[in-house]
């Protein structure tokens, strides 16, 4: 079984940057793809980037294209997003997922989740 917590979210301001970390345990991370989703109070959960656990390559939700990287770091088993030129429409729980599939727009596509992290960028 993995486990998949999430920290770093906070409150920032506009144009501000944070940095979010998901530890993962149970299983190495890199078994997996990695996502980044986020969620805003009745609304659906959306795709914000991925990252390859198997080949390293990374994908963007074009929302948060060049502002946004994701990365990650087998020795620590832990995924990274940071986060650039934060706006106030980023404003959201943030989550990370694993999906043991190659698959990874859809929230459906995933497995395990954390449990969230809110950020919110004021204006």
């Known amino acids: 079984q993995l486990q998949l917590v999430e920290s770093g979210g906070g409150l920032v301001q506009t144009g501000g940057s944070l940095r979010l970390s998901c530890a993962a345990s149970g299983r190495p991370a890199r078994t997996y793809m990695m996502g980044w989703f986020r969620q805003a109070p009745g609304k659906e959960r959306e795709f914000v980037a991925a990252i390859s656990g198997r080949d390293g390559n990374t994908d963007y939700d074009d929302s948060v294209k060049g502002r946004f990287t994701v990365s990650s770091d087998n020795a620590k088993n832990t995924v990274y997003l940071q986060m650039d030129s934060l706006k106030p429409e980023d404003t959201d729980v943030y989550y990370c997922?694993?999906?043991?599939?190659?698959?990874?727009?859809?929230?459906?596509?995933?497995?395990?989740w954390g449990q969230g992290t809110q950020v919110t960028v004021s204006s």
């Open positions: 997922a694993a999906s043991g599939s190659s698959s990874y727009y859809y929230s459906y596509e995933y497995n395990y």
